[in-house]
């Protein structure tokens, strides 16, 4: 074979392997930001399926616990979007220090807050067993999966996926 049909095949494996890495990456932050905004059955077991799966473009941290000491962080290497605003990871965690927040599945995003609320249809939530600041009311079930948004400062907000107060 010739060098030129060498150096192509060469291109070919490596766009068919890059292309291949970067459909699976954007199949992943996809599914992240499906757990985050409830649109999944179970957005904490899809949070541990991801961290299960080794992928390229991920830091997974584990605790290996069960139960509420459970604690898995999901760093993406590229930026997390969501109507504008950009986050790094995904945790899973039945504690946070976030005041007034009590998602589960949750990341912290840098972007305007207000952008986010209209676009997912949130309005402030006044009750005491709130998810965030504002979360899309769901009704129907006695436990129903819930986005919450906290609005931490200007331009920084945490928002996720809980239920039942994370309980």
């Known amino acids: 074979m010739s060098k030129v049909g060498c150096c192509l095949i060469t291109i070919f494996i490596f766009f068919g392997i890059t292309s291949h890495a970067v459909a699976d990456q954007i199949t992943v932050e996809k599914k992240l930001l499906d757990a985050l905004t409830c649109q999944h059955d179970s957005p904490a077991d899809l949070i541990r399926e991801i961290a ?61 807050p207000q952008k986010v609320i209209s676009a997912l249809k949130l309005s402030k939530d006044q009750s005491e067993a709130r998810i965030g600041d504002y979360t899309n009311h769901p009704t129907g079930t006695e436990c129903p999966a819930t986005i919450g948004l906290t609005i931490i400062n200007k331009s920084t907000f945490a928002l996720g996926c809980g239920w039942c107060n994370g309980d």
Request: hydrophobic residues 35%; glycine residues 6%; proline residues 2%.
């Open 52 to 112: 299960r799966t080794p992928s390229a473009g991920l830091m997974i941290s584990n605790n290996q616990q069960e139960g509420y000491d459970e604690k898995i962080a999901i760093k993406t290497k590229h930026e997390l979007r969501l109507y504008g605003a950009r986050s790094h990871t995904v945790n899973l965690a039945f504690e946070n220090t976030i005041r007034n927040f009590n998602a589960t599945v949750y990341s912290v995003f840098k972007g305007n």
